[in-house]
């Protein structure tokens, strides 16, 4: 037990935690609503850099400072997606893409963020518990979401937007919740990996970290949060257990990537429902007869 919580190990656990929430807020804007982002570093920018100045320049406690960081990349969630939600396609990710990189701009350049030279010294206040139940709550709402109206309304405007409208879906509303909801996760994630590295800089945050994210849900399964939780510990851990091939890591690593898409093209768990999962998993599954035959339905 000693062996599996040193600090290595629990840093890398954190590691996964903030990861893993990271991309159950983008699996809800691109999984689950179908809306292609690739701007989810801004918001975890924003989340951690406000939580930090909340936390150096304000002094207040770390709960304020982390729901802070969280609200605030929420905004400005509702704010980028006023104007581009009613886009879609390459159309969307494009603008995601540079709301990406004007904020890593401004915060490049801003004299209370450090500029260039980063944030620092941030207060350690991240830990393995604190991220465990984190995840543990996001996954937990998350699947509530998936189960209820609003999740299948997302569902609906995923598979096809035009037929939703027609159904009396706000769809335009509806995909600002799952951006402010995503957004949020985003932020959440950046602060408690800003209280975790306690040193934060611009080029963190760039265009690769958003690709990186995708990377775990796409891989995981879209829409699916096992498959996003899975593709998350995947790509976290990747890195480190090819430390041995040195300076061709990242070779491995983009090939390991490739492999895993040629033979499961809709991720490792694309299309697994995450209550079904427990359900089957903790046998709470039943059968029941319908006309003369038997077919298994979930507890409620």
């Given at each position: ?132 139940i ?18 299948r ?8 937007e035009?037929?939703?409208e ?36 611009p ?87 319908v ?5 298994k339905?979930g507890?409620?």
């Open positions: 037990m000693d062996f599996l919580f040193n600090d290595y190990n629990a840093r890398i656990i954190i590691n996964i935690g903030i990861y893993i929430i990271m991309a159950l807020g983008l699996n809800l804007i691109t999984g689950v609503t179908g809306q292609l982002s690739l701007g989810h570093a801004a918001f975890m920018s924003i989340g951690a850099y406000t939580s930090s100045l909340l936390s150096m320049k304000l002094g207040l406690p770390f709960g304020v400072a982390l729901l802070g960081g969280s609200l605030t990349a929420a905004f400005f969630g509702v704010l980028l997606g006023f104007p581009t939600l009613r886009l879609t396609g390459d159309y969307l990710a494009m603008a995601t893409l540079g709301f990406a990189e004007i904020v890593r701009v401004i915060l490049t350049n801003l004299e209370v963020t450090g500029g260039a030279l980063g944030l620092s010294p941030i207060p350690y206040k991240t830990t393995m518990p604190l991220v465990l984190s995840v543990i709550l996001i996954v937990f709402a998350m699947a509530r979401i998936e189960r209820s109206r609003f999740g309304a997302l569902l609906a405007i995923r598979e096809d035009i037929a939703a027609t159904m009396g879906i706000n769809t335009f509303r509806y995909k600002i919740v799952a951006f402010a909801l995503g957004s949020f996760c985003a932020g959440l994630g950046g602060s408690l990996y800003a209280h975790f590295i306690t040193y934060i800089n080029v963190d945050f760039g265009f690769n970290k958003s690709i990186e994210i995708l990377n775990m849900v796409v891989l995981g399964g879209m829409g699916s949060i096992p498959g996003t939780i899975l593709g998350s510990v995947v790509l976290t851990i990747a890195p480190e257990f090819l430390r041995f091939v040195e300076q061709y890591r990242m070779l491995f690593y983009g090939a390991l990537l490739v492999i895993m898409m040629i033979f499961r093209p809709n991720g490792l768990l694309g299309g697994v429902n995450f209550t079904d999962l427990v359900l089957k998993t903790f046998g709470l599954k039943k059968k029941k007869k006309n003369g035959s038997s077919e339905e507890v409620k």
